[in-house]
């Protein structure tokens, strides 16, 4: 099966369940281990739908597991990084309306 999402599609789909394990109270060590048990799962069932998603899975099933577990938490960086990038865009936006 093949996960044809784009590379941003796939970003906030992967925001979309850390917020998800945010908002239940998770911690992030416990998303970070989510994160990494479906990391195995779309590394050993799906084939990868762009080159980002192949890049990935190629280091997936090439790294040991300590490397997946950096590669995990790297990415969960990434989406937090991204996340607060937008919300502080929205903010400015939000600022801007008010201006006028």
Not at 11 to 17: I, Q, T, V
């Amino acid at each position: 099966m093949e996960l044809s999402l784009s590379w941003e599609k796939w970003k906030a789909m992967l925001r979309a369940g850390i917020n998800v394990g945010e908002f239940i109270g998770f911690s992030e060590d416990r998303i970070k281990d989510a994160a990494y048990r479906l990391g195995g799962l779309l590394a050993g069932h799906i084939d990868a739908g762009n080159r980002e998603q192949r890049l990935l899975q190629e280091l997936w099933l090439e790294g040991t597991e300590e490397e997946r577990r950096a590669l995990t938490s790297m990415l969960v960086k990434l989406i937090n990084r991204d996340d607060q990038r937008d919300k502080k865009l929205v903010n400015r936006q939000d600022a801007n309306k008010d201006r006028h």
